[in-house]
């Protein structure tokens, strides 16, 4: 009985490791291939390199058009310490309304539309006088 026990186990370990050395082996380079520049149009990459643009610099616009209507109020009412500006808030400053918020957040998305706008108009007179030379 403990020798067909035996014969059983071996067998069974032998046709398991033939299993698994007969699979078929991977690839050497798994990775796929990165793109090449020619399989994408040139118009295609430019609004990538405009929508990435766009995106990148949003947060920094935000931040200084926030800053600016800060400082504009502060200005405007006579240096009064409720509406200091962002460093110097505190519990008791100028909270800013909701409209003000909206109109804080549609003049940095086309401030930054229009920085990437410049930036594209740059890249394509860039490419033109590289593709002259």
């Known amino acids: 009985m403990n020798k067909k026990i035996l014969c059983l186990i071996v067998l069974l370990c032998t046709v398991t490791l033939t299993a698994l050395y007969a699979q078929e082996k991977p690839a050497e380079n798994a990775l796929p291939e990165p793109y090449k520049a020619s399989e994408f149009p040139e118009w295609l990459n430019l609004t990538r390199r405009f929508e990435i643009i766009a995106v990148g610099v949003f947060p920094i616009m935000l931040f200084y058009t926030r800053f600016s209507f800060d400082m504009y109020r502060y200005i405007s009412n006579g240096f009064d310490s409720v509406y200091a500006p962002w460093p110097f808030k505190n519990e ?36 033109e006088r590289n593709s002259k030379d």
């Open 92 to 127: 008791f400053s100028y909270k800013p309304t909701d409209s003000e918020q909206y109109q804080s957040v549609m003049i940095a998305g086309i401030a930054s539309l229009i920085f990437a706008g410049v930036d594209t108009f740059l890249y394509i007179k860039k490419q």
